[in-house]
């Protein structure tokens, strides 16, 4: 069964671009989370998707913004990107229609922003 | 917000010494979840814990879920090279039909002498 996968692992930005990152979760998982991590902060919710609908979403900004697909593939979107937005980018999967905590992550996507 | 206060930080031990980490909360959480990243990777899902006061082993790792909600801690035995990493707790609250989301802490890096 394959992993998590998500795309591009490594990108790098300008202030004031936007970027894309994509995930696609394990094979009938339908729900999809979304997490920033940096040194300083740790790991930080974003947001979570199930079956095409937001259902929660962390305290982060409206540039972060994201989707999921009728078929469980999410992407998250970061607008007018900042400095402070460099950071890895996990995505993570788990299956059941209610949330026991236990995720399986990607390997993240490493956004530097210049 | 919701913080989990996870010490210590790093620690350096030599190969075959037991491992203890912990974790506060100032919030009760209903479920509390260990995690470990390895270095390129995500997180992955080592114990989960669902009821106050349960023990629970998965090979030389050993968790518990505080009496209090509050608290859980992870005892790693017999340490290897292998236990590298960064060892995150986790907390979830999901009451009233709530999914809640995992609010992770800053994590406790390990690292093993030879």
């Known amino acids: 069964k394959a992993g998590v996968t998500q795309t591009p692992r490594y990108l790098i930005k300008t202030r004031g671009q936007q970027v894309t990152l994509s995930c696609s979760p394990i094979?009938?998982?339908?729900?999809v989370s979304w997490y920033q991590q940096t040194p300083g902060q740790g790991l930080q919710f974003l947001f979570e998707y199930f079956s095409e609908t937001q259902r929660n979403k962390g305290n982060f900004p409206g540039r972060f913004s994201g989707r999921q697909f009728s078929n469980s593939r999410s992407e998250m979107n970061v607008s007018t990107l900042e400095l402070g937005d460099s950071a890895l980018y996990l995505c993570a999967s788990r299956g059941g229609r209610r949330n026991t905590g236990e995720l399986f992550f990607g390997e993240g996507s490493r956004l530097t922003v210049l | 917000g919701q913080q989990l206060n996870q010490s210590p930080q790093s620690m350096f031990i030599q190969e075959g010494e037991d491992v203890s980490m912990n974790c506060t909360s100032s919030?009760?959480?209903?479920?509390w979840l260990w995690y470990k990243q390895d270095p390129g990777e995500g997180p992955v899902l080592l114990i989960a814990l669902y009821k106050a006061g349960e023990l629970t082993s998965n090979g030389r790792l050993t968790a518990q879920f505080g009496i209090t909600r509050k608290d859980s801690f992870l005892n790693i035995s017999a340490s290897i090279p292998s236990d590298v990493g960064i060892y995150f707790c986790a907390g979830l609250m999901n009451y009233g039909g709530s999914q809640g989301n995992l609010i992770f802490g800053k994590g406790t890096k390990l690292s093993v002498k030879p």
């Open positions: 919030s009760i959480f209903n479920t």
């Open positions: 094979s009938g998982h339908r729900s």
